[in-house]
C-alpha cells in the first residue's frame, strides 16, 4: 500500500465519527438549519457547559445510560447514532485504496446517514439528500461496474415500479403510515448499488427488518422504512470497496 493510500484511509476512519455527529446535528434540527452550525459546547436543553466527555455522544451514552449529566435530560439516540454510523461509514470508505472513489463512497455513505436519521425522527426523506444519494449511487456504479450498469438500471427502475405498485395496493398513504414516494427513489437507489441479481434479496430484506424488530420488541408503531433502506445502502457500500 502506497503512503497516499494509507494516507486516504486513515483519514476517513478519523474524520467519520465527527462527520457523522455533524450530519446528526443537521437530521435532528431538519426542517430548519441547526443552530449554532459549529461548536455545540452547550447542552440544547439547560444550556450549560459540555464537559469534554458530553461531547462524544456514544461514550456519554452509554456511560450515564441515555440521560445528560448536566440536567438528567434524555440524549436523542439520533447522536450516538449517528456518531457511530460516522464511523462505520469512515470503516467502508477506507476500504478503498483510491482516493476518488473513497470520496465518493464515504458521501454517498453520509447521505444515507442523514436520510436515515432524518426518517427516523420525522418519517420524511427531504429531496436533496435523495437527489444527492442517487447521483452519488449512479456514479459509483459507473466508476466501478460500468459493463453492468445498463442492467442494474433497468433493476432499479424494475425496483421502484414494483414499490410504487405495492405503494397504491398498501394501506394508510400520506406522512408517517405506510411507504412514501421518498421511500420509492430510495429502493431505486439501493437496488442500483446491489445490482440487479441482488436487489430483490435486498429490498425484501430491508422491508422485513422492521417487522422482526417490532416482533421482538412488542412494540408497534409507524416504520421508518427510509431507515431500513438506508442502511441496507450502507452494507451494500462495502463490497463494493473489494
Ligand atoms: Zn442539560
Given at each position: 500500500?502506497?503512503?497516499?493510500?494509507?494516507?486516504?484511509?486513515?483519514?476517513?476512519?478519523?474524520?467519520?465519527?465527527?462527520?457523522?455527529?455533524?450530519?446528526?446535528?443537521?437530521?435532528?434540527?431538519?426542517?430548519?438549519?441547526?443552530?449554532?452550525?459549529?461548536?455545540?459546547?452547550?447542552?440544547?436543553?439547560?444550556?450549560?457547559?459540555?464537559?469534554?466527555?458530553?461531547?462524544?455522544?456514544?461514550?456519554?451514552?452509554?456511560?450515564?445510560?441515555?440521560?445528560?449529566?448536566?440536567?438528567?435530560?434524555?440524549?436523542?439516540?439520533?447522536?450516538?447514532?449517528?456518531?457511530?454510523?460516522?464511523?462505520?461509514?469512515?470503516?467502508?470508505?477506507?476500504?478503498?485504496?483510491?482516493?476518488?472513489?473513497?470520496?465518493?463512497?464515504?458521501?454517498?455513505?453520509?447521505?444515507?446517514?442523514?436520510?436515515?436519521?432524518?426518517?427516523?425522527?420525522?418519517?420524511?426523506?427531504?429531496?436533496?439528500?435523495?437527489?444527492?444519494?442517487?447521483?452519488?449511487?449512479?456514479?459509483?456504479?459507473?466508476?466501478?461496474?460500468?459493463?453492468d450498469l445498463p442492467g442494474d438500471l433497468l433493476g432499479a427502475a424494475a425496483v421502484m415500479?414494483?414499490?410504487?405498485?405495492?405503494?397504491?395496493?398498501?394501506?394508510?398513504?400520506?406522512?408517517?403510515?405506510?411507504?412514501?414516494?421518498?421511500?420509492?427513489?430510495?429502493?431505486?437507489?439501493?437496488?442500483?448499488?446491489?445490482?440487479?441479481?441482488?436487489?430483490?434479496?435486498?429490498?425484501?430484506?430491508?422491508?422485513?427488518?422492521?417487522?422482526?424488530?417490532?416482533?421482538?420488541?412488542?412494540?408497534?408503531?409507524?416504520?421508518?422504512f427510509g431507515f431500513w433502506l438506508s442502511l441496507t445502502g450502507c452494507i451494500a457500500l462495502?463490497?463494493?470497496?473489494?
Amino acid at each position: 500500500m502506497n503512503e497516499m493510500a494509507l494516507a486516504s484511509r486513515l483519514f476517513w476512519v478519523l474524520i467519520g465519527p465527527f462527520a457523522g455527529l455533524y450530519v446528526a446535528t443537521f437530521a435532528a434540527a431538519w426542517p430548519r438549519w441547526p443552530r449554532p452550525l459549529v461548536g455545540q459546547s452547550r447542552c440544547d436543553r439547560c444550556h450549560a457547559p459540555l464537559r469534554a466527555i458530553d461531547q462524544i455522544p456514544l461514550l456519554s451514552y452509554a456511560l450515564k445510560g441515555g440521560r445528560r449529566a448536566c440536567c438528567d435530560g434524555r440524549i436523542p439516540r439520533t447522536f450516538p447514532l449517528g456518531e457511530g454510523g460516522g464511523l462505520a461509514v469512515g470503516l467502508i470508505a477506507a476500504l478503498w485504496p483510491q482516493p476518488l472513489l473513497a470520496g465518493l463512497t464515504a458521501l454517498l455513505g453520509f447521505c444515507f446517514l442523514y436520510l436515515g436519521l432524518v426518517d427516523l425522527r420525522r418519517y420524511r426523506l427531504p429531496i436533496p439528500a435523495l437527489s444527492a444519494a442517487a447521483a452519488l449511487s449512479l456514479g459509483l456504479s459507473a466508476l466501478t461496474r460500468w459493463s453492468d450498469l445498463p442492467g442494474d438500471l433497468l433493476g432499479a427502475a424494475a425496483v421502484m415500479a414494483m414499490m410504487l405498485v405495492l405503494r397504491r395496493l398498501g394501506p394508510g398513504r400520506g406522512a408517517g403510515a405506510g411507504m412514501g414516494a421518498g421511500d420509492v427513489a430510495l429502493a431505486g437507489i439501493v437496488a442500483l448499488l446491489t445490482g440487479w441479481r441482488l436487489a430483490p434479496l435486498a429490498i425484501a430484506l430491508a422491508a422485513l427488518a422492521p417487522l422482526l424488530v417490532m416482533a421482538v420488541t412488542r412494540r408497534r408503531g409507524p416504520i421508518a422504512f427510509g431507515f431500513w433502506l438506508s442502511l441496507t445502502g450502507c452494507i451494500a457500500l462495502i463490497p463494493l470497496g473489494f
